[in-house]
């Protein structure tokens, strides 16, 4: 493996994602970046690979450290209004989402959840061994945090569900699916827009901070479905939620919460390079 003090002389990942994400991608000047290969062996002698995973992990775990100790003291109360209830729990997530990304975009592209990891690798932005790499990771990390919050209140946290994703009474698994697949159909797709190198290029007139739509969505994400299926929309945070609390009733319906993200990252990968990157495109520069 490279030495941590070659990485740093390098100053950028020797493997980098082929098409960088957050404010990496906002430069004026576009050249369309090659396909990302699905295997690049060089990357696991690479620090920076590892680095990478180890931002992914730390990210998710404190991600559902925060919120589900948020939705714990919204369930806990005996008065809703007492509590900062689902616009507060939405709130949490969402802007979870916006500071972690903001921290982590530059070193691991700021995932946090496989199904934007899977949304990106159909693209073609990141390799197989990367995108692989970065779920388990995210899944740990989830796992984790789940885990830290049972330690400290066991009691709690197994009376008052520990912040599992289930299909809620009065809908049916169907509905369940189709929200987990249009939540993350809307998420993913603004992650595409916000980090879209190309659309920087074309659009310079309108400045973006790309964590900002991406915690907005989940923001309004949740308020949408928190009713529905309490709001999954990320397999690693469904996952670690379902193995700690580890109840029937959390595994019934955890294929919801794999297959609905997988298929709307899916969707929104396919539109966005499909559709929204098909737009005829020329970086020119005009002198007055």
Excluded at 56 to 82: D, H, Q, W
Excluded at 142 to 149: F, N, S, Y
Excluded at 227 to 236: D, Q, V
Excluded at 246 to 257: K, L, S
Aim: net charge positive; aromatic share 12%; with cysteine.
């Amino acid at each position: 493996m490279e030495g941590k003090e070659e990485d740093v002389k390098l100053g950028a990942n020797k493997f980098p994602e082929r098409q960088p994400l957050g404010t990496a991608a906002q430069s004026k000047g576009y050249k369309e970046p090659p396909p990302a290969p699905l295997f690049e062996p060089g990357e696991l002698k690479s620090w920076s690979f590892y680095r990478a995973g180890i931002a992914e992990f730390m990210a998710t775990f404190l991600f559902l450290y925060i919120t589900i100790l948020t939705v714990m003291g919204v369930n806990r109360s005996p008065n809703k209004c007492a509590t900062v209830g689902i616009q507060g729990i939405a709130w949490a997530f969402g802007g979870m989402i916006f500071a972690l990304v903001y921290c982590t975009a530059g070193i691991s592209g700021g995932h946090i959840n496989p199904a934007v990891t899977f949304g990106l690798l159909l693209a073609r932005k990141l390799s197989l061994t990367r995108a692989l790499f970065y779920m388990v990771m995210q899944c740990l990390g989830a796992i984790c945090g789940a885990g830290v919050v049972k330690g400290f209140q066991p009691s709690p946290y197994e009376l008052l569900g520990g912040g599992a994703n289930v299909v809620n009474h009065g809908y049916t698994k169907g509905d369940g699916l189709g929200a987990e697949i249009v939540g993350t159909f809307v998420l993913v797709y603004t992650v595409f827009s916000a980090t879209d190198a190309k659309r920087n290029a074309r659009d310079s007139h309108v400045p973006i901070l790309a964590p900002l739509p991406i915690g907005f969505a989940v923001f309004l994400v949740h308020l949408a479905t928190i009713p529905i299926t309490g709001t999954g929309i990320n397999p690693a945070r469904s996952l670690g939620a379902a193995i700690i609390y580890n109840r029937d009733h959390a595994w019934d319906d955890m294929w919801i919460f794999w297959v609905g993200p997988f298929i709307g990252a899916a969707l929104a990968a396919i539109y966005h390079q499909v559709i929204i990157r098909a737009i005829p495109f020329k970086a020119s520069s005009t002198s007055i």
